[in-house]
């Protein structure tokens, strides 16, 4: 399996911008369809966007459409989502995932704090 290692939280205000990054060990990056999903205190952890495995097909979970973008650079093994206009419900850990059929790698996690 990948190992994956998230960076690039942190506290930011309402309206600010944060990218963060996931890097991938091993040279078999682009077997992964890459996501990016956040969990919030107490509530379950959610899908907020993947990317197919050569970077041609993205998806969103609408709240974060139009300020989110997820982008990959298979040359890297790494993974960004570029948040802008950040609201304070942005407010989660966030996980990167790497999904093949057969099974799903998960990242230790990056805290986002937004403050209004």
């Known amino acids: 399996q990948v190992q994956l290692t998230e960076s690039g939280g942190g506290l930011v205000q309402a309206g600010d911008s944060l990218r963060l990054s996931c890097a991938g060990s091993?040279?078999?990056?682009?077997?992964?369809?890459m996501g990016w999903f956040r969990q919030a205190p107490g509530k379950e952890r959610d899908f907020v966007a993947s990317?197919?495995?050569?970077?041609?097909?993205?998806y969103y979970v609408d709240s974060v459409k139009g300020r989110f973008t997820i982008s990959r650079d298979n040359n890297k093994s790494t993974v960004y989502l570029q948040m802008n206009s950040l609201k304070p419900e942005d407010t989660a850990v966030y996980y990167c995932?790497?999904?093949?059929?057969?099974?799903?790698?998960w990242g230790q996690g990056t805290q986002v704090t937004v403050s209004s």
């Open positions: 995932a790497a999904t093949t059929y057969a099974s799903t790698s």
């Open positions: 091993g040279r078999t990056f682009t077997r992964y369809t």
């Open positions: 990317i197919s495995r050569s970077g041609s097909m993205t």
